[in-house]
């Protein structure tokens, strides 16, 4: 028998609307560590806890089946599913971020909100209501995934950037992309990489090429050769838009060289953890590249 009168609880609204304010709105006017948990804390509260006033008699394996999958989808061992969907042409993707996994943390919250009678409404008490919060949340778990596609382009450059960092220090402020990639530790000598980072202004994620090494103690140089693939979001109601698809391929050295310089390189410097940039290594047979 369903009990879906309980999604009217009102921390139930209020995790509806963090996860639908942050997802549309936040994560895209801020783009910072706050933005890219919130949805997370959100979603493991109201996610177990919808499915659970549809089928109360199954909650209990709904609330461990949302936290296995969840721990599944956050580690390395979903990229094989996410790689083989990419390849049939369904986008899918995800960040490996272990600390993302602290938003199992709510589960327990939320069934035991879920277990308290006072939090609940009688099933015949506003049907209309009930069905709207119904929808939306039906909506929210399904489109705060937008949609991707993926845009091949080549932008040739050759600027240079120098960190007042080493080379263990760069690698270590960044993640492995995905699990194919070797450990900068187990490829220290390698010069040759992709890069992976956000352009919030053309809604993309970015693989661009470069090559990192040494200078000296404490230094390290970073040169951008070329950007090679994006990735573009769409928006709320609607698929990608053809300008943003637009303003990616007409992009230019100057441009992308400004939106390294603010959405990597300051990033790099400025926010030591949880910044979001990813690294791939590359096959390359020429190594120890010197600057003069």
């Known amino acids: 028998m369903s009990d879906i009168g309980k999604i009217k609880a009102p921390l139930f609204f209020l995790g509806l609307v963090i996860l639908l304010v942050n997802d549309f709105y936040l994560k895209y006017e801020f783009h910072n560590e706050l933005t890219g948990k919130l949805s997370d804390f959100a979603g493991l509260f109201i996610f177990p806890y919808f499915f ?18 969840f721990f599944i989808w956050k580690s390395p061992i979903s990229q094989p599913l996410i790689e083989y969907c990419n390849s049939l042409g369904v986008a899918a993707n995800r960040t490996v971020d272990y600390t993302d996994l602290l938003a199992i943390c709510i589960l327990p919250l939320s069934y035991c909100y879920f277990m308290n009678r006072n939090c609940g409404y009688e099933n015949h008490r506003k049907p209309l209501i009930t069905a709207t919060l119904a929808l939306i949340s039906l909506f929210s778990f399904c489109a705060t995934t937008l949609k991707r596609q993926q845009v091949e382009i080549l932008v040739n450059t050759d600027k240079l950037f120098i960190l007042t960092l080493s080379k263990e220090e760069v690698f270590n402020r960044l993640s492995p992309a995905n699990t194919n990639t070797v450990s900068f530790l187990g490829n220290s000598g390698d010069s040759l990489y992709y890069l992976h980072f956000d352009i919030p202004d053309l809604k993309a994620d970015v693989k661009a090429a470069a090559e990192i090494y040494r200078l000296g103690p404490g230094r390290t140089a970073i040169k951008l050769d070329s950007v090679t693939t994006a990735f573009v979001t769409g928006g709320l109601f609607n698929s990608v838009d053809q300008d943003d698809l637009g303003r990616i391929k007409m992009l230019k050295p100057a441009m992308l060289e400004e939106y390294f310089q ?28 010197k600057i003069n």
């Open 262 to 289: 603010k959405y990597f390189i300051r990033k790099l410097e400025n926010n030591p953890t949880e910044n979001y940039l990813y690294y791939e290594t590359r096959s390359i047979h020429s190594v120890n590249k």
């Open 52 to 69: 659970s006033a549809v089928r109360p008699q199954s909650k209990n394996a709904i609330y461990l089946a949302t936290a296995v999958v």
